[in-house]
């Protein structure tokens, strides 16, 4: 039997090593918010910018290859049009959870992502589920 979403959300939610495809120094983006709300709850978070040397203050890293460890976590934060190729990264990198936050999903990249076995959450918010659960 394959997991619900809120089955997925509670066992990523308690992983916590996560990286941010998106991240940004725009703390208006939510790939700043989401950053800084996962750093600031203790995750370890590495963000995932191909643009940036650094997001707040910390290096950033182009592609979830380029990780100094493999995250459990990929938080998606990118229109779903860049998500396809984000998505073979994860699959790639061997991250186990592809978690597409709301406004990042498309139904081809939630079908093309679980096609490559990853374990994809969609529909749910990482900060509203970090809330919830822990």
């Known amino acids: 039997m394959t997991a619900t979403i809120d089955e ?4 990523a939610i308690k992983e916590k090593v996560w990286a941010v495809v998106g991240a940004s120094n725009d703390r ?5 918010i ?4 996962l750093r600031g709850a203790g995750f370890n978070v590495y963000p995932v910018n191909p643009n940036l040397e650094e997001v707040e203050g910390d290096k ?3 592609r979830l290859q380029d ?3 493999r995250p459990d976590v990929a938080d998606i934060v990118v229109p779903a049009s860049v998500g396809h190729q984000v998505a073979q ?3 790639e990198a061997g991250v186990p959870y592809f978690w597409l936050q709301p406004g990042a999903e498309s139904p081809e990249l939630i079908a093309y992502a679980e096609s490559l076995g990853l374990t994809v959450i969609h529909d749910a918010c990482v900060m509203v589920a970090r809330r919830t659960y822990l």
Do not use: W
């Not at 989401?34 to 709300?37: A, H, N």
């Open 28 to 32: 208006n983006k939510y790939g700043n």
């Open 8 to 11: 997925r959300v509670q066992a």
């Open 60 to 62: 950033a890293y182009p």
């Open 89 to 91: 990264d994860a699959a």
């Open 67 to 69: 990780l100094p460890e």
């Open 34 to 37: 989401i950053y800084r709300d």
